[in-house]
């Protein structure tokens, strides 16, 4: 099983080898932290919006409480898994407050903004129109190219409304990854920090946002614009530790978070019969 890190790190010291183990240990401390975040602006709208309706081109419409929507086809045989080769440059994302969509291997990922009336504009895809039985949605009226097609769909069932998870879940920006590797074999210590304005080795690698979704998912998206989609979910909410999975793999593998205002870090690690690796993410929240 190749092991991928919670942000895909594609630093050049890292192994591609196969049989990695799960990190970390009950011992490791707690995250948590210092919690100062107001409601992100679409928290009320929130959530994955699945198609049931067969035929439909489209898998799942979700929209993320900051304001930052994601659409999955329901063909291609996209990877779910981030990918380290193959992919075109591109510039920075451009900055919070104005509008952006990126399409990588049958995910469609971009902001949206309100139109009232339960409508949405989807950047680079299209509109679209929540339909509900009293409240709840029974439907998706998706506009695109000028073509409108309505969509038998429901919502996907969402985590707790706590403090701690209302905070998570929104969209982050990264400001810088510290990683620590230790080779075993050489005895030979790596630690080094990347930005997305100075990735280094990392290059068009750099993961430089992630969001994060009361509906379990959890999108990477990238320096050069692709996009790496997973699942997530508690492994102790109260100590701030979670698991991931890419391609519906859950391994045991886990992290740390540690808020500070509207700040947070991300704490992981993993180690094997060659080395070990330690790395923190360093997230900023702007809503």
């Not at 049989?19 to 107001?38: K, M, Q, R, V, Y």
């Not at 080795?201 to 790496?228: H, N, Q």
């Not at 060659?274 to 360093?282: A, F, L, M, V």
Request: charged share 25%; net charge negative.
């Amino acid at each position: 099983m190749k092991k991928i890190k919670l942000l895909a790190m594609a630093v050049a010291m890292m192994f591609t080898a196969t049989c990695f183990t799960a990190c970390g240990s009950d011992d490791d401390g707690e995250g948590i932290g210092n919690i100062d975040l107001p409601t992100p602006q679409y928290e009320q709208v929130s959530g994955k919006y699945e198609i049931t309706q067969a035929g439909s081109p489209y898998e799942s419409i979700e929209l993320g409480a900051s304001g930052n929507y994601v659409v999955t086809r329901s063909y291609g045989g996209y990877s779910l898994a981030p990918k380290t080769e193959g992919r075109a440059r591109m510039a920075l994302p451009a900055k919070r407050g104005t509008t952006r969509s990126t399409e990588y291997d049958g995910i469609i990922y971009g902001t949206f903004t309100s139109l009232g009336g339960g409508e949405y504009d989807l950047e680079g895809f299209g509109t679209i129109k929540l339909e509900y039985s009293g409240d709840n949605v029974t439907g998706i009226e998706v506009t695109t190219n000028g073509t409108t097609t309505n969509y038998a769909a429901e919502k996907a069932p969402t985590m707790s409304n706590d403090d701690i998870t209302n905070a998570l879940c929104r969209t982050w920006k990264i400001e810088r990854i510290r990683d620590v590797y230790y080779d075993k074999e050489t005895g030979k210590t790596d630690d080094i920090t990347v930005t997305p304005e100075n990735p280094g080795e990392e290059g068009y690698d750099m993961p430089v946002e992630v969001l994060w979704s009361k509906s379990g998912t959890y999108l990477v998206s990238y320096l050069d614009g692709s996009i790496g989609l997973a699942e997530w979910k508690w492994r102790d909410r109260s100590k701030g530790t979670m698991y991931y999975a890419w391609d519906g793999y859950w391994t045991g593998d886990y992290c740390t978070i540690t808020f500070d205002g509207n700040r947070a870090v991300i704490h992981d690690k993993w180690e094997d019969e060659y080395g070990s690796d330690e790395s923190w993410t360093y997230l900023v929240a702007e809503d």
